[in-house]
C-alpha cells in the first residue's frame, strides 16, 4: 500500500472521529493549513468560548480566516467558507486576560451552514478529501515546486535555509504542498485560494505560479540592489534609499502617480481653489512628496505639511444673517441688558447691510468675571449666523503659540490662529480670543506682540504663520477679545480694538437674569423641570445680597444649583425613592424664609457701611477685577515720635498718597481750622481692614485725608458718605477710574452720598439711571470742596479758641 492509500485511509478514519458541527475560530491576518502546528491569540470573547467548548468537547474546532482582518466584530458574512479542520492541542491563558492556543491543523473543510448558536460561531462543516490525480503529473508538479520552493529560500532572506532541510524531510505530497504554503510571503487572499481548491492538482499548479511570481520579483530586486551597490561609494552610503527609489522609478515607469494617496491628494488640490502663491508652494512640495519613500521621516513631514495647507479653508465663506431684527432678537434672548455691545454688533450689520463687505472688526470687551463677555461673543456668532471657535489665552507665554513653529522642528504645528481656521472651516468666523489680558513674556518671546498682526486690520489679510510659511488672510474673521483688567493689555494691542466695557449688573438685573436664563437652565439640570418649583423674587433677592459678592452672576448660579439640590433631596424624601411624580400636583415655593435653611448662615452682611459714624474711620470706593468694593480707613493719633505708619498689606502708591494728605494737612491748617502745631509730639497710624488683601492705587488718596482730618479734628464724620479720588500736594482732586463700578459698590453697601472728582463729572452721563438712583453724586475739585459733605460746615470760632 503506497503513501497516498495509507492517507486515504487515515483522512476516511478522521471522518467519524471529527463531529458534524464544529465551533468556529475566526482569524485575523492568519490563514493556516492542514500539518501546521501553529499558536494562535484569542481575545475576543465568542471565540475564547469556542476555544472553551472545543477542549471540553471533542478538541476540533474549524479555523477560518476573516475577509477583513480590521472587523472587530465579524459576521457570518465576513468569514471564508474554506478553512482547515484542527486539534487544540494545549491552551494557555496569560495574565492580560487572552488565550494562547497550540492548534494542529488536521485536513481541509468547508462550511455548509452556520448554526444558531448565539454565544460563539459554530457550523455544520464538510470534510474536503482531494481527488484521484494522476500519480505522474503529480510528481512532476512537485519536483517543480521544489525546486522554485527552493530557488525562493536561496532568495529570500526572511526564510532560514533550514526550511529547505525540513521540506526534503518530508515525504507526503499534499504535506509538502502545504509546508510550502505556510512558507510563502504572500496576502490573506492569495493563500485563501489555496484552500478553496479541492484537487491536489490545482493546488500544485497554484503553488507554482505564486512561486514564479515571487521568485521573479525577487529576482528584480536583487538586481536594483546590485546596479545601487555600484553606484554607491563610503561618501555617499547616506543617499542609498535615495538611489534605491530613484531605479526603482525607472523600471516601474510614472506609475507612481497612480497610487490612491497621491490621486486623493490631487483631488485636494483643485477642489482647495488656492491662491497662486500657495498653489505654486502646494504643487512644489506634492512633487517632493513623489521622489521620496513613504518610510522616510521626511515623507511624514512633508504630508502632513500638505494636509495643513489642503485643510485650511481659502473660499468657503458662510453667508452673514444681516436681518437686524432677527439679530437683536437673539441677543435679547441670550443676555439681559448689555446694551452698548448689542447697540455696537446692530451697528456693525446696518454698516454690512449697506457696503456687503467691510474689514474685520476688532471688539475688547473688558469686565469683571461672570459678567457674559464669553457667552455674547458666542451669541453675536449664532446672531450673524457664522461659525464660532474659541482660543483661550490664559497663560501662553510662547509666541510660537501664535504664530506657530518653523517646520525644521520635530512634531512642529501651526499657532493658535490658524489652528482656529481650520477647525471653523471657514474663511469669516467669529474668533473669540477670552482672557488676552492673561498672556505673559518669557525668553521664548512675547505672544503679546504676535497678536499685533492678527488684530491689525491693515495687516492680518496677509498674516504669514511659521509653520505655513505663506501669506493667509484674516481681513474677514471678526475678532472679539476679552479681558477683565484693561490695564493689563499693552497699549499698543489696545490701539486696535475697540474697548467695550461690561460693567457689573445690579441687583435688579441680577434677579432678571437668574429667572430668565439660570433657574430654568438649573431646574432642568437637576430634573426638577417637570415639577411646580416656584422660585419667588425675594428669595433671589435675598441670595443675591447676603450669599454672593460679585460683579456678575458666576457664584449666584452655584447658590441656585445649591438650592435646586437641597429641593431634590426633599423630593426624594417626601415624596418617595424613584424620583417620579406623585399622582397629586406637587408645588415647591422656594421663599426667602427656607434659603437660609437651604444655604445656612449668610456670608455677606447686607451692608458693609458701618451704622454709626466714628472719629478716624472714613470709608472710601475701590475698584477690583471682580467689581467695585467699598475701602474702610480707620486713622488713630498717640503720643510718640512724629511719623505715619500705615498697614493693611498697602502699596506704595497708596503710602505715598497717605504722605502727601499729611503734608496737605499741615500746610493748610488754616484753611481746615486746625491748631498748628497739631503733629507735634504724635504718631499717626492708618490702617486698612481685611489686610490679607492686597491694596493699591492713587484714588483712595481722598479718603486717606479726610480719616487723618478727622482724627486731627476729632471730628464723626457723617453717617453713610463714601469718596474716591487722587489727591495732589495743592489739594486738587484728579479723576479716577472705573467710576461706574465704584457706583455699584457704593449702592450695593447702603451709601448715600459719593464724592467724585469733578473731572468725572462728565463720566455719569454713561452710567445707567438705575445705577446713579438713590445716590447723591457730588463732584468736587479740591480737598476743602468735600469737607463740608463729610462733616458738615466748620466752626471757625471753635478753632481759634483752640489755638
Known sequence: ?????????????????????????????????????????????????????????????????????????????????????????????????????????????????????????????????????????????????????????????????????????????????????????????????????????????????????????????????????????????????????????????????????????????????????????????????????????????????????????????????????????????????LDKPKERIVEHIAVLNLVKKMRGQILCFAGPPGVGKTSLGKSIARALGRKFVRISLGGIRDEAEIRGHRRTYIGSLPGKIIQSMKRAGTINPVILLDEIDKMSMDFRGDPSSAMLEVLDPEQNHTFNDHYLDVDYDLSQVMFITTANIRYNIPLPLQDRMELIELPGYLEHEKIEIAKRHIVPKQLKAHGLEKYAVDFKDEALAKIITQYTREAGVRNLEREIASVFRKTAREIILKHGSNGKKSKQNIKFVISENVIEDFLSVPKFRTSKVLKEAYIGSITGLAWTSVGGEILHVDATIMTGPEKLTITGQIGNVMKESAQAALSYLRSNYKELCLPQNFHKGKEIHIHLPEGAIPKDGPSAGITLAMAMYSAFANKKPKEHVAMTGEITLRGNILAIGGLNEKLLAAKRNGVKTVLIPKENEKDLFEIKNEVKEGLKIVPISTIKDAVPYVFGKINKTTARRKN
Open 1 to 337: 500500500m503506497d503513501s497516498t492509500d495509507k492517507k486515504q485511509n487515515l483522512d476516511l478514519s478522521l471522518t467519524h472521529e471529527i463531529p458534524e458541527i464544529l465551533p468556529v475560530l475566526p482569524l485575523r491576518d492568519t490563514v493556516i493549513f492542514p500539518y501546521m502546528i501553529f499558536p494562535v491569540l484569542v481575545g475576543r470573547e465568542q471565540s475564547i468560548k469556542a476555544a472553551n467548548y472545543a477542549l471540553d468537547n471533542s478538541k476540533y474546532i474549524f479555523l477560518s480566516a476573516q475577509k477583513k482582518g480590521n472587523i472587530e466584530d465579524p459576521q457570518e458574512k465576513d468569514i471564508f467558507q474554506d478553512g482547515t479542520i484542527a486539534k487544540i492541542i494545549q491552551i494557555l491563558k496569560l495574565p492580560n486576560g487572552l488565550l494562547k492556543i497550540l492548534v494542529d491543523g488536521i485536513i481541509q473543510g468547508r462550511i455548509i451552514k452556520f448554526t444558531k448558536n448565539a454565544s460563539f460561531f459554530e457550523a455544520k462543516v464538510e470534510v474536503v478529501f482531494p481527488t484521484n490525480e494522476n500519480p505522474k503529473e503529480l510528481n512532476a508538479l512537485v519536483r517543480q515546486m521544489s525546486s522554485l520552493f527552493k530557488e525562493y529560500v536561496k532568495i529570500n532572506k526572511s526564510i532560514p535555509a533550514e526550511a529547505v532541510s525540513a521540506y526534503d524531510n518530508i515525504e507526503e505530497l499534499d504535506r509538502k504542498l502545504f509546508y510550502v504554503a505556510a512558507n510563502i510571503t504572500q496576502s490573506i487572499e492569495i493563500k485563501q485560494q489555496i484552500l478553496q481548491t479541492f484537487s491536489l492538482r490545482e493546488q500544485l499548479y497554484k503553488i507554482i505560479e505564486i512561486l514564479n511570481s515571487e521568485v521573479d520579483i525577487l529576482k528584480i530586486e536583487k538586481e536594483i540592489e546590485a546596479k545601487v551597490q555600484e553606484n554607491i561609494t563610503k561618501t555617499q552610503r547616506k543617499f542609498i534609499i535615495h538611489e534605491q527609489i530613484r531605479i526603482l522609478q525607472e523600471e516601474l515607469g510614472n506609475e507612481d502617480d497612480t497610487s490612491p494617496e497621491f490621486i486623493k491628494i490631487s483631488e485636494k488640490i483643485k477642489q482647495a481653489k488656492l491662491p497662486k502663491d500657495v498653489l505654486q508652494r502646494v504643487n512644489e512640495e506634492f512633487d517632493k512628496l513623489k521622489k521620496i519613500p513613504p518610510s522616510s521621516p521626511e515623507s511624514t513631514v512633508i504630508r502632513n505639511y500638505l494636509d495643513w495647507l489642503l485643510d485650511v479653508p481659502w473660499h468657503k465663506k458662510t453667508e452673514d444673517n444681516l436681518d437686524i431684527k432677527n439679530v437683536r432678537v437673539i441677543l435679547d434672548e441670550d443676555h439681559y441688558g
